[in-house]
């Protein structure tokens, strides 16, 4: 119905964030890592937009998101409305929860990776 939601909501609050950092990096005279912090933060919201885009995607092709107002088949009662909420709250929640939780291991291998190309080339000079 309208799980698609949850995702896009945190993806607009990690935009911002994301903006944020690399204003901050850019001004930063700190050393700079293999891969920065707006770098990673960037991955998260790339995750994001493109699992709402392609979720709202599949409510458009069953027919639950139309291009009339109310826009969700789900708001047309209030029945409908309370089963709509109910799924962005579980549903919804979960993927973005399990969208962020892909992030941080990918944020942790790519560090990993990162920190042991740092060390082999150490070990060659």
Partial sequence: MACFTAPLAEAVIVKAV???????????????????AATKVSWLS??????????????????????????????MSKEDMVSM?????????GMALLITVV????CKVADVVTAREVKMKEAVK
């Fill in 85 to 93: 909420l109910h799924e962005i709250a579980t549903v919804g929640v």
């Fill in 46 to 75: 790339k995750m994001l937009f493109g699992g709402s885009a392609l979720l709202a995607f599949e409510h458009v092709w069953h027919g639950e998101i139309t291009p009339w107002f109310p826009f969700l088949t789900a708001m």
């Fill in 18 to 36: 994301e903006k944020h950092m690399e204003k901050k990096e850019a001004s930063s005279n700190e050393p700079k890592k293999a891969i920065s």
């Fill in 103 to 106: 992030w941080v291991g990918m």
